[in-house]
Each structure stands twice: as C-alpha cells, then as structure tokens.
C-alpha cells in the first residue's frame, strides 16, 4: 500500500516560483505548543545524531526519492496531526502555500547543513520567515493540503546551496533510517 505521490518535479518547480512573503499571520493552531526543542541548537554537524525524525510518532516509508516521475524525497505516512519537528536546525526560508505542495515549509541550513523541506502540513505554520529553529522544534503537524491521496509528509533535503538555489534533492533515506534508529 504504496501511495502514489503527489509531488512532481514540475510542481514543485512552481512551488520555488510562488514562493513569496506572505501569511506570517496565519497558524494560530500552533502557537503555543512550538519550541519543543531536543537540544540540537548550536550544531553545525550533519551526523545524525544532531538531528531529529521529522514526525512524532507511528509512521511508515512511501515513495522515496526518484519514484514514479520525479519523486524530490521521501514521503513518511502518519496520523494527520502528528507533529512535524525540524530535522536539521537552520532558519525558516519559506512558509508558503502552493497548490501540489500544499501547505509546506523549508528551512535553510545556512550553508552549513542541507536545506530540509516539509510538504502538505496541515495548516500553516506558524513560523516567521528567518526564524531560527533547532532540530526537534515543531513545524507543523501531518496533514494531506496540495496534492495528496493519504495523510503524510512530504520530506526533502537539498544540499548546499540549497533548496531552488543552486542545490539539488538528496536521498533522504539512509539518514531518516539512521535518526528513526534514535528512537
Ligand atoms: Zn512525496
């Protein structure tokens, strides 16, 4: 029970180009409960020790990178409403909308960490752009907006210089295995 993805390359292609500065407003559903923090502020190391597993809680492996046309990462099914933490820290580079990705949100690592992507939230979140997150910090929560058939994450890692800006997708497997091993 595999589902079909959702995320093509050209879409979200469209996403980077829609990409603006908008709705630092919306995301009430979260406040309050962000900041949940796992101690990986401060780092600079990839090693997965450093970082988190995007989601909170029971999941499973879908597409990965590659699958079907284009697949750009590796979807995680879960519960809608799981939380969604930050994998790598780094500062929120987009918090936007975009009608495959649905709901979504990048954070840039800054030159020193890949660029972590995370699609179909929910609801916005509701992080400012440029915001510093550490890893373990909640992003939002699992959720199936933009173009998705089951509740899931949509999970990206772009390396340096990162996400639509001169990088391009990684596997994101090996080190989702590794930091799912954490726990
Ligand atoms: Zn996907």
Redesign the pocket.
Same mark, same amino acid.
């Given at each position: 029970m595999t589902p079909r $993805?959702?995320?093509r390359p050209r879409s979200a292609r469209i996403a980077a180009l829609a990409v603006s500065a908008i709705a630092l407003s919306a995301g009430s559903a979260l406040a309050g409960s962000g900041g949940v923090g796992s101690g990986g502020s401060g780092s600079t190391s990839t090693s997965s020790s450093d970082g988190a597993f995007p989601v909170r809680g029971k999941h499973t492996y879908g $597409?990965g990178l590659g699958a079907g046309r284009g &697949?750009q990462?590796q $979807?995680l099914l879960a519960k809608c409403g799981k939380p969604v933490v930050a994998a790598y820290p780094g500062r929120i580079q987009l918090n936007s909308y975009q009608g495959a990705a649905g709901n979504y949100v990048v954070v840039d690592g800054k030159g020193k960490l890949e660029d972590t992507v995370y699609m179909h939230l929910r609801e916005r979140s509701p992080l400012r752009k440029r915001q510093r997150v550490a890893a373990g910090d909640v992003l939002g929560r699992v959720g199936d907006t933009g173009r998705a058939t089951a509740c899931h994450l &949509?999970f990206e890692v772009w390396s340096n210089p990162g996400y639509y800006e001169g990088g391009s997708p990684m596997n994101p497997e090996p080190m989702l295995r590794a930091l799912d091993r954490k726990h």
């Open positions: $993805d959702l995320i $597409d &697949h990462g $979807d &949509h």
